[in-house]
């Protein structure tokens, strides 16, 4: 069945972000590699917009940074502890990536972009 939002398939290197409690885990890894959150509105087309731009060429080592991904419609208390932990307002798409247990730069809507965010893991 055609989904106008896009595949729910996610590259095989994208951990999904399910619990809270993962967070603390996203906080320890940033201390030696960063970390890139991607939260995603499964029921958005600019959401789904900015998956594919994300997902269609991702090559980003794992051994160089970690991409998490967070369905906000299943799980928007986590999306809510994430602006609260990294103090960020929430919107949706919208991209984080955490160093040293910090957001050290966001972006949402049409300013997701993969090559940005290859650029800011670096």
């Excluded at 619990?19 to 995603?40: C, G, M, R």
């Excluded at 994300?54 to 998490?68: C, I």
Aim: with cysteine.
């Amino acid at each position: 069945m055609w989904n106008p939002f896009g595949s729910t398939k996610l590259p095989e290197d994208w951990k999904r972000l399910e619990n809270e409690e993962q967070l603390n885990e996203i906080d320890a890894i940033s201390k030696t590699k960063p970390v890139v959150i991607f939260k995603h509105s499964t029921s958005c087309s600019r959401s789904a917009f900015a998956k594919e731009k994300l997902s269609g060429n991702f090559d980003l080592d794992p051994e160089k940074a970690l991409f998490y991904y967070l369905d906000l419609l299943s799980y928007r208390h986590i999306s809510n502890a994430i602006a609260a932990r990294y103090n960020v307002i929430h919107q949706s798409p919208q991209i984080l990536i955490i160093k040293n247990g910090k957001s050290v730069f966001d972006t949402s809507h049409e300013s997701i972009d993969y090559a940005v965010v290859v650029d800011r893991v670096a």
